[in-house]
C-alpha cells in the first residue's frame, strides 16, 4: 500500500504487505527529518531519522527514503503487523527564531493494519 | 524510568481559569518543548527552552507561559483558559546538537495532557 501523507491521510494494508508513507517537506534548507509512530493517546514515539547528506537509511523492517531534488520523504514497512497500526508524522528540522533548531510536523497519516 | 513525563494526563476545567501542566525528563537532557495537538492530529511547537533562551512561537498567545525550576522540569502554565485551548498537549526533549556523544536532534515526548476547556 502507499499514500501520499499530505493528500491522502489513510492508508489500509493487509497484514504482512509492506507500506509506504510518504511525506512532501516545506524547505529546501533542512538538514535533518524524522519519523515519529504516534499509537492512540500517547506521545509520539521515534521510529528513525536521516540527515540530508544521505539518501536512505535502513531499522529494523523500516527504510527511510530522502529525495532532497523533489522534498520527498517516505517511510517503507516491511511486513506490517498490526501492531504497526498508528498515526505516521514526519518532521523536518528547521532553523527557527534566533537560531534554534526544532522540528516542524507534517500532516500525519493513519495506517491501518487489516488482519 | 518514564524517560518524558507529564502531570495529569487529564485535565477538565472551566473557561477563564488558570492552569498548569508539569513535564520532567530524566534523560538529562538540556532542551525541553511544549507541543499543542489539535482534533486533527496537527503538532504545532508552541516552545523551545534550554537554560540560556526560550524560543516562544509567536502565534502562542501570552496568555501560555512555560517556566522551567530546573534543567529537568518545564512546566506550562496556561491563564484565562478559553475553549480553544482544548487540545492534547505533548512535551519533549532532546540534547543540545552541541552533546555529540549523545544523540542530537530527535526529540522524546511525554505520553501527553488532554486538555478540556468547559
Known amino acids: 500500500g502507499e499514500s501520499v501523507g499530505l493528500h491522502l491521510p489513510t492508508l489500509s494494508v493487509q497484514e504482512g504487505d509492506n507500506s509506504i508513507i510518504n511525506c512532501a517537506y516545506s524547505n529546501s534548507a533542512s538538514d535533518y527529518f524524522i519519523w515519529y509512530k504516534q499509537e492512540s493517546g500517547k506521545g509520539p514515539q521515534f521510529i528513525i531519522d536521516?540527515?540530508?547528506n544521505m539518501d536512505k537509511r535502513q531499522g529494523q523492517r523500516v527504510t527511510v527514503l530522502l529525495n532532497k531534488t523533489v522534498k520527498h520523504l517516505s517511510l517503507q514497512i516491511a511486513a506490517t503487523q498490526p501492531g504497526d497500526s498508528a498515526v505516521y508524522f514526519c518532521a523536518e528540522k528547521i532553523a527557527w527564531g534566533t537560531g534554534a533548531n526544532n522540528l516542524f510536523f507534517g500532516t500525519g497519516t493513519r495506517l491501518t493494519v487489516i488482519p | 524510568d518514564t524517560a518524558v513525563s507529564q502531570t495529569p494526563k487529564y485535565l477538565v476545567t472551566q473557561m477563564g481559569n488558570d492552569k498548569s501542566i508539569k513535564c520532567e525528563q530524566n534523560?538529562?537532557?538540556?532542551?525541553m518543548y511544549w507541543y499543542k495537538q489539535d482534533s486533527k492530529k496537527f503538532l504545532k511547537i508552541m516552545f523551545s527552552y534550554n537554560n540560556k533562551e526560550l524560543i516562544i512561537n509567536e502565534t502562542v498567545p501570552n496568555r501560555f507561559s512555560p517556566k522551567s525550576p530546573d534543567k529537568a522540569h518545564l512546566n506550562l502554565h496556561i491563564n484565562s483558559l478559553e475553549l480553544g485551548d482544548s487540545a492534547v498537549y505533548f512535551c519533549?526533549?532532546?540534547?543540545?546538537?552541541?552533546?555529540?556523544?549523545?544523540?542530537?536532534?530527535?526529540?522524546?515526548f511525554g505520553p501527553g495532557t488532554r486538555l478540556t476547556v468547559l
Open positions: 536521516i540527515r540530508s
Open positions: 519533549a526533549s532532546s540534547q543540545d546538537r552541541r552533546g555529540q556523544r549523545i544523540r542530537t536532534d530527535t526529540q522524546y
Open positions: 534523560l538529562g537532557h538540556d532542551t
